[in-house]
C-alpha cells in the first residue's frame, strides 16, 4: 500500500464525509464511512457511542503511546453559502463542502497516516487513533469521554487546519456568565440605582482589565464581552442585567486561577464560570515531534483557535492541511494538494519519531 493509494482513498473518504450530515451529536452516519475504511484495510477497531477508535496491531503496554485524533462533526452551515454544502464538488483544485476544511482533510489524512504504520513492528511508540464525535459543541461524548476508554495517552497530534504549521500552544477557555444588579422600578420614578446604568462602569472595567502575566507562545489572556441582556418592557427599569464574558486562556494560567481572579476582582454582583475543563495546552518545544517537525521547516506558533487538545492533560501537538480562516467559512474548502502534503509531512514526520 503506497502513499499515493492511501492519499487517493483518502480523497475519496473526505467526499463520502462531506455529503453526509454529521452535526454535533449526529454524526452516526459519517462514523459508519469511518468503519468502513478500517474494514477495508483489515484493521481492528472499535465504536464507543459515534467515536471510532483503532491501535496499532503490534501495540506493546510498555511503550507509551501516541494519540492521533480529529473530529468528524460539524457546525450547521452559514445562510451565506451558494454551494450545496452536502455536495462535494472539486474546482479549481479545490474540494468544497461542509466540513472540508475544518477537521474531514485533518482526520482523513490522519487515518491514512495511521494505516500507513499500522502493521508495522517494532514502533518506538504505539498508536491509537481516535475519529472523534461533538468537538464542535464540546459535548460529552466527544474525546473528553474516550480518554478512560481507549489506552493512557503520553502525547498526541490533534488533526486542525495549521497549514501543516506546528501549534505547539494552543489556548483555553472559560466562558462567564455575570449579573450585574440594581434597583427594579416604574422608569416613570427616581431610581439612583438602574442596573443598565451600572453596568456602564462594569462594562468599562471589562474593556479596561489586563491579566499580568503574557506567554511567549499565546500571547495575552484575552477577555471579551460577547453578549448583554435586560429587560422586560419599555416602562420597567430591569433588577439586573446578564452579561457573557468570553477569556482565551493562555499557558500562563489555569483556568481555576482565571475564574479566582474575576470572582475576586470584577464589579460584577456575580461571576460564575459554566466549565472550567477547557484548559489551554502545549507541548515542550524539546519534544521530539516539535524537533523533528522543525527540522522539516515546519514553523512554530500559538494558536488562539480551541481544539479538543483542550480536554488533554498530555503534551499536544495541533497539526493538520488546510487554513484555520476558512473553517465555519461559506463555501468552505481545502486544496486537494494539501491533502496529499498532510499524509506525507505526518508520515515523514512519524517516519522520524517513531519508527
Same mark, same amino acid.
Given at each position: 500500500?503506497?502513499?499515493?493509494?492511501?492519499?487517493?482513498?483518502?480523497?475519496?473518504?473526505?467526499?463520502?464525509?462531506?455529503?453526509?450530515?454529521?452535526?454535533?451529536?449526529?454524526?452516526?452516519?459519517?462514523?459508519?464511512?469511518?468503519?468502513?475504511?478500517?474494514?477495508?484495510?483489515?484493521?481492528?477497531?472499535?465504536?464507543?457511542?459515534?467515536?471510532?477508535?483503532?491501535?496499532?496491531?503490534?501495540?506493546?503496554?510498555?511503550?507509551?503511546?501516541?494519540?492521533?485524533?480529529?473530529?468528524?462533526?460539524?457546525?450547521?452551515?452559514?445562510?451565506?453559502?451558494?454551494?450545496?454544502?452536502?455536495?462535494?464538488? !472539486?474546482?479549481?483544485?479545490?474540494?468544497?463542502?461542509?466540513?472540508?476544511?475544518?477537521?474531514?482533510?485533518?482526520?482523513?489524512?490522519?487515518?491514512?497516516?495511521?494505516?500507513?504504520?499500522?502493521?508495522?513492528?517494532?514502533?518506538?511508540?504505539?498508536?491509537?487513533?481516535?475519529?472523534?464525535?461533538?468537538?464542535?459543541?464540546?459535548?460529552?461524548?466527544?474525546?473528553?469521554?474516550?480518554?478512560?476508554?481507549?489506552?493512557?495517552?503520553?502525547?498526541?497530534?490533534?488533526?486542525?487546519?495549521?497549514?501543516?504549521?506546528?501549534?505547539?500552544?494552543?489556548?483555553?477557555?472559560? !466562558?462567564?456568565?455575570? !449579573?450585574?444588579?440594581?434597583?427594579?422600578?416604574?422608569?416613570?420614578?427616581?431610581?439612583?440605582?438602574?442596573?443598565?446604568?451600572?453596568?456602564?462602569?462594569?462594562?468599562?472595567?471589562?474593556?479596561?482589565?489586563?491579566?499580568?502575566?503574557g506567554s511567549e507562545a499565546l500571547g495575552d489572556v484575552k477577555l471579551t464581552v460577547t453578549q448583554i441582556n435586560a429587560g422586560s418592557q419599555h416602562n420597567v427599569v430591569p433588577g439586573h442585567v446578564d452579561l457573557v464574558i468570553d477569556v482565551r486562556v493562555n499557558d500562563a494560567y489555569t483556568n481555576a486561577e482565571i475564574a479566582e481572579i474575576l470572582q475576586t476582582q470584577s464589579p460584577c454582583t456575580s461571576i460564575t464560570p459554566r466549565s472550567l475543563r477547557l484548559n489551554s495546552s502545549s507541548i515542550p518545544m524539546d519534544h521530539d515531534l516539535v524537533k523533528a517537525g522543525m527540522a522539516m521547516g515546519r514553523t512554530t506558533y500559538g494558536s488562539p483557535t480551541l481544539s479538543d487538545q483542550a480536554v488533554l492533560s498530555c503534551?499536544?501537538?495541533?497539526?493538520?492541511?488546510?487554513?484555520?480562516?476558512?473553517?465555519?467559512?461559506?463555501?468552505?474548502?481545502?486544496?486537494?494538494?494539501?491533502?496529499?502534503?498532510?499524509?506525507?509531512?505526518?508520515?515523514?514526520?512519524?517516519?522520524?519519531?517513531?519508527?
Open positions: 500500500m503506497t502513499q499515493q493509494e492511501l492519499t487517493t482513498h483518502a480523497i475519496a473518504l473526505l467526499k463520502q464525509l462531506i455529503e453526509t450530515q454529521s452535526f454535533s451529536s449526529e454524526e452516526d452516519q459519517t462514523a459508519l464511512h469511518i468503519e468502513a475504511w478500517f474494514k477495508r484495510y483489515d484493521i481492528d477497531y472499535k465504536r464507543t457511542q459515534n467515536n471510532v477508535w483503532a491501535v496499532n496491531k503490534h501495540f506493546d503496554a510498555s511503550k507509551p503511546t501516541l494519540l492521533l485524533n480529529s473530529h468528524h462533526d460539524t457546525v450547521k452551515p452559514n445562510s451565506a453559502y451558494t454551494k450545496d454544502p452536502f455536495k462535494a464538488i !472539486v474546482e479549481d483544485g479545490k474540494l468544497y463542502g461542509l466540513g472540508s476544511n475544518d477537521a474531514g482533510g485533518c482526520l482523513v489524512s490522519l487515518i491514512a497516516t495511521f494505516t500507513y504504520f499500522y502493521n508495522s513492528k517494532d514502533l518506538k511508540y504505539n498508536l491509537v487513533i481516535v475519529a472523534s464525535a461533538e468537538e464542535e459543541s464540546s459535548g460529552p461524548n466527544g474525546l473528553n469521554s474516550m480518554l478512560p476508554v481507549i489506552p493512557k495517552v503520553d502525547v498526541a497530534i490533534v488533526g486542525e487546519p495549521t497549514l501543516m504549521n506546528l501549534a505547539v500552544a494552543e489556548k483555553g477557555l472559560v !466562558v462567564f456568565d455575570a !449579573v450585574v444588579a440594581g434597583t427594579p422600578s416604574h422608569a416613570a420614578h427616581p431610581n439612583d440605582n438602574n442596573a443598565i446604568y451600572n453596568t456602564i462602569g462594569v462594562l468599562q472595567w471589562f474593556k479596561d482589565f489586563k491579566f499580568d502575566k503534551p499536544s501537538l495541533k497539526l493538520g492541511p488546510g487554513d484555520s480562516t476558512r473553517s465555519h467559512s461559506a463555501n468552505e474548502f481545502i486544496y486537494l494538494n494539501e491533502i496529499e502534503e498532510g499524509i506525507n509531512i505526518y508520515v515523514e514526520l512519524l517516519n522520524r519519531v517513531i519508527v
